[in-house]
Every structure is written in structure tokens, then in C-alpha cells.
């Protein structure tokens, strides 16, 4: 009775498991961008978004569509915030796209703030905070609370940060 059981559900699962895979594989040619994503976040709308070499690129089950910021932009990190705008940083420019209903405009702190591109390459990751946004390189971590920018510097690379108790914790 028990090897009858364990045959019909093995047979089962076969046929579920076959309709519906577990993984889907998206080639370059259906997505039509970059070869490299480095990030990934989702947003409330289950709206999937990658840092893609050649832009922001999203999918939304159905679709794919593609931000560019220009022509260079090479996206590394990205964080879908509480106040509905997806923060990324590019090689030399950080900033954020505002949503609309039917479009995204891209808004670069860097530049509104006049901060050297230089100063702002390598920007890997981003973490919220209460009221804050904070972009971490290297050794420096750029603090945004929407008006101004604060730039902090460390004598070492920064080995981890986190947001913890409302407050922004570095290890370097």
C-alpha cells in the first residue's frame, strides 16, 4: 500500500512540477540590455528590477523595459524605498527614479549636489535609514535626507554598515 502511495505522488508532483517550473531562464535576447545585472530588488507591485550594465531594467511578469540614464551608465546597486522611488548608483553618478503612472524620470544627487563624479564612483551598495538614504563606497558613505548631502571618509575600507535602532552603524 505504501509503494502505491509513494508512486502516485511522485507521479503527481512529476505533473505539477513539469507545468509549472520552478525556474525561468531570460536570455539577453528577450530583455534586450546589458549581458551583467549586478543588482536586484522588487517592488510593492511584485514589478522585478535589475542593475544592468546598460541601464535600469525591469519585468513585470510580462514585459521587459529598459531606463537608460545615458549612454555609460553602468548600474551596480539599487533599494526600492518606503517613499516609492528606486535609489541606484552607477559607476560615477548616484541618484533615484521617480515613478510615474506611466514613466520613470531619473533625478541624480550627484549632480544636484555638484559632487565631483570621481568622488562618487564605485557606489556598491545603499541602505535606508529613518528620514535618510545612505550610499557606501569604499571608504565613504554619502548620508541623503532629500535637501543635502553629507559626505563621511574613513582612513580603511568599510568592511559592513547596516541600519539598526534608527541608527547607522559602520564596521571598518
Request: glycine share 4%; proline share 1%.
Amino acid at each position: 500500500m505504501k509503494q502505491i502511495f509513494f508512486v502516485i505522488f511522485i507521479t503527481i508532483c512529476n505533473v505539477v512540477f513539469a507545468s509549472y517550473p520552478l525556474v525561468n531562464n531570460y536570455y539577453r535576447s528577450a530583455y534586450k540590455a546589458g549581458t551583467q545585472n549586478w543588482d536586484i530588488v522588487q517592488d510593492g507591485n511584485n514589478t522585478m528590477y535589475f542593475a544592468n550594465n546598460n541601464g535600469l531594467l525591469s519585468f513585470d511578469g510580462v514585459r521587459w523595459s529598459n531606463r537608460v540614464i545615458d549612454a555609460k551608465s553602468n548600474l551596480r546597486s539599487l533599494h526600492y524605498a518606503s517613499d516609492g522611488r528606486m535609489y541606484v548608483s552607477t559607476f560615477n553618478d548616484f541618484g533615484y527614479f521617480q515613478f510615474h503612472t506611466t514613466s520613470a524620470s531619473y533625478h541624480s544627487i550627484s549632480d544636484q549636489l555638484n559632487i565631483a563624479k570621481k568622488e562618487s564612483n564605485a557606489l556598491y551598495n545603499i541602505i535606508e535609514g529613518d528620514q535618510k538614504m545612505y550610499f557606501w563606497s569604499g571608504k565613504s558613505i554619502f548620508e541623503y535626507d532629500s535637501i543635502k548631502l553629507d559626505k563621511s571618509t574613513f582612513f580603511t575600507d568599510i568592511d559592513a554598515a547596516a541600519f539598526v535602532n534608527h541608527a547607522f552603524i559602520v564596521a571598518a
